[in-house]
């Protein structure tokens, strides 16, 4: 079989046949989901901080398992009611209800598999479903990046938040670990 691309991952060789428009949307779907995950670890690493030092609990490993069970909107709340911020517990919010969005209802939205009666329709969705991952993206990127700088700025953990842009560059948010 012909493939349309092929990736090549060490000496392993893995052929795509997804239409350009599939192929971009998957793409997007995966970078969006990593992205949301990042953001789901830091979120649990930072409520794990915060118990940590307010002596709620007294193991940062054993508050990390207790709170890898729990679901976002647990961690979130939880997270929020620490917050001195009520902007950015609203972000919190915001960003949370975006990623259930985008895990539960996404294509579904957009009439996965976005079968529209013309080329122009049926692009236009592709169009606004890859600009609406690129701004979650940009979203979880800028509620981490402002969840760490209040965290320290406001000592509710000893903590350190670094971030790796596009360019693989590793980027300290904030520390205010002496």
């Known amino acids: 079989m ?3 691309y092929i990736i090549e991952v ?12 599939d ?7 995966g970078h969006t989901l990593a992205e949301i995950q990042s953001f789901e670890a830091m979120l649990c690493f930072t409520l794990s901080a915060i118990m940590k030092d307010s002596k709620a609990k007294a193991d940062f490993e054993e ?19 620490h917050l001195k911020d009520i902007e950015l517990s609203e972000k ?5 209800d975006k990623r259930n969005y985008f895990i539960h209802g996404f294509l579904r939205h ?8 013309t080329k122009q329709e049926r692009d236009s969705k592709y169009i606004q479903a890859v ?23 406001n000592n509710l953990a000893k903590i350190g ?17 002496a």
């Open 2 to 4: 012909e493939h349309k």
């Open 10 to 21: 060490g000496e392993q060789p893995y052929g795509i046949n997804y239409p350009d428009n």
């Open 23 to 29: 192929h971009l949307l998957f793409v997007y779907m």
């Open 63 to 81: 508050s990390m398992q207790k709170n890898a069970t729990k679901t976002l909107g647990q961690i979130a709340g939880i997270v929020k009611s």
């Open 92 to 96: 919190l919010t915001n960003v949370k």
């Open 110 to 117: 957009y009439g996965w598999p976005m079968l529209m009666d």
């Open 131 to 153: 600009e609406e991952m690129a701004a979650l993206q940009k979203d979880l990127r800028e509620v981490h990046k402002e969840l760490g700088k209040h965290v320290a700025k």
């Open 161 to 177: 938040y670094a971030t790796m842009s596009a360019d693989g560059e590793i980027e300290i948010i904030a520390e205010n670990i």
